[in-house]
């Protein structure tokens, strides 16, 4: 299948979330080359539980992320924390959120564009480049927290959904160890 979207992975984003409910309008979007990887990021969050993550590497699907997608997932982890204590969200006493924590409900489209690809199996679904990894790692830390600050309405959002999700997983976990 070919995908073409006037808006591109803004557009692409607004398409996935079409039958959800986002807690933020504004959607975050970065396009910057590091360590000469070309690194495009959109992703918005929605009041679903569940996530929709979509990985590319050179306009070629891979469907089990790889690299690229790992330093997604590091930057946003650590950037939503730092941000977090910060602004006061979590109080020093209290332990971090973890990924699946800030991965609750979000739609994220990463897209690099890299030199040498190298995919790992023969269908291309996992990118192997460790050079993706610290280029979407610097690039997603940096854009998320100039975000960040610039939307605090869409950041308490998100932060909330986060802790939501952080509380729940306790919870839950209390429930089972009681059981």
Known sequence: YAFYFEGG????VKYLNSDEKPIHDNIFFVSKTADSVLVEAAFQY??????????????????????????????????????????????????????????????????????EPQFEGQTKARLGNPEARTGVEVVIGESLGEWLEKNPTDARKVLEKAILASKARKAAKAARETV
């Not at 992975?9 to 692409?12: A, G, I, Q, R």
């Not at 997608?69 to 973890?98: I, Q, V, W």
């Open 9 to 12: 992975l803004v557009s692409f």
């Open 46 to 115: 929605t009041e679903d539980i569940g996530g929709k993550e979509f990985s590319f590497a050179n306009n070629i699907n891979t469907a089990d992320g790889g690299m690229h997608l790992t330093g997604f997932r590091t930057a946003l982890t650590r950037t939503l924390n730092d941000y977090a204590r910060k602004n006061g969200y979590l109080k020093e006493s209290e332990e971090n959120l973890t990924g699946d924590d800030v991965r609750e409900g979000l739609t994220a489209i990463i897209s690099v564009k890299i030199r």
